[in-house]
């Protein structure tokens, strides 16, 4: 297969290539039909460049080059050998040495540690996504950006971005499932951590990533930055990458039943045709990436 960033000729260029080749070979529209939530339905994934973009990317957020303004920079990209060696051995740790898992303990791993990190990478890389390509993910420009996990499986909400809809700041609160076959369970494990948000427990972690986002946020639109914002302004991303369809019209009570308004309950569908393989190749692309990002 050709290299779909053979011009690239430095990191900064491959990440931001890779970026730009998502932005536009994906597709994320919004659908009618539902009644107690909104369905967005990503289309595009199952092209091969798009995994080995997504991994490009993905080690790219690793190494320090996508800042919580959901902006490319080389300030904090790690470079030489140690550097490197540092972070060979990270996406080791995150996505294994192969793609081959036979044992219980193998195939455990994949599917509850690895598809779950890189389902959440990709949440972050359509966020950052939609600070510049128009998609109907959220309701406007994404302004701010929260650091992905760095380790599998970590407590905490997976994405918290801030997103501009008209004049006013939104708070966008994604939850990550990554499945084969249970998208519809996944959904209200989904729900469930929306519905602690609503009962104030995750105060904590929304006031520390606001703070973060303090300090990228343009003057004009920082004074809403506040408390209130999440308290008062917030949304609801449930992202299910999955193969076997479900019904993502269909009245979810579970959905219904969370405080923010229907606009802002979306449902974020990321059908993969072939789940399995597309997450090896995103694996593959990760490891290959590392010395591509890092020199």
């Known amino acids: 297969m050709q290299d779909i960033h053979s011009a690239a000729r430095t990191p900064l260029e491959l990440i931001q290539g890779s970026l730009n080749h998502l932005g536009s070979c994906l597709d994320i529209e919004e659908e009618v039909g539902a009644t107690t939530h909104t ?33 490319i920079s080389a300030d904090l990209l790690a470079q030489g050998v140690d550097a490197q060696n540092e972070l060979k051995k990270k996406v080791v740790s995150l996505v294994g040495a192969t793609n081959n898992f036979t044992s219980e303990k193998g195939i455990l791993f994949r599917d509850t540690k690895r598809n779950a990190w890189i389902a959440e990478g990709m949440v972050h890389g359509i966020m950052v996504l939609r600070a510049t390509y128009p998609s109907d993910c959220v309701a406007g420009d994404v302004h701010a950006v929260a650091s992905i996990h760095p380790i599998p ?15 006013q700041l939104v708070v966008a609160i994604g939850e990550s499932k990554a499945t084969k076959d249970h998208g519809t369970s996944e959904l209200t494990k989904a729900a469930e951590i929306f519905a602690d948000i609503d009962q104030d427990e995750y105060g904590v972690q929304l006031r520390s990533e606001l703070m973060t986002f303090r300090a990228v946020i343009s003057a004009d639109l920082k004074p809403q930055v506040s408390e209130a914002l999440w308290r008062n302004h917030r949304c609801y991303l449930p992202f299910i990458t999955h193969e076997t369809e479900f019904d993502l019209h269909a009245k979810r009570t579970v959905l219904d ?27 593959d692309s990760m490891r290959s990436a590392v010395y591509q990002v890092v020199i």
């Open 39 to 71: 369905v967005v339905v990503v289309k595009g994934l199952d092209a091969r460049p798009v995994a080995v973009a997504f991994g490009r990317y993905l080690v790219g957020v690793l190494a320090g080059a996508v800042g919580h303004d959901a902006q």
């Open 153 to 167: 499986t970590q407590q905490g909400l997976d994405s918290v971005a801030l997103y501009l809809d008209g004049e």
């Open 257 to 283: 039943r969370l405080s923010p308004p229907v606009e802002r309950k979306r449902l974020i569908a990321l059908r993969i045709e072939n789940f399995h393989e597309f997450f090896n190749a995103v694996a």
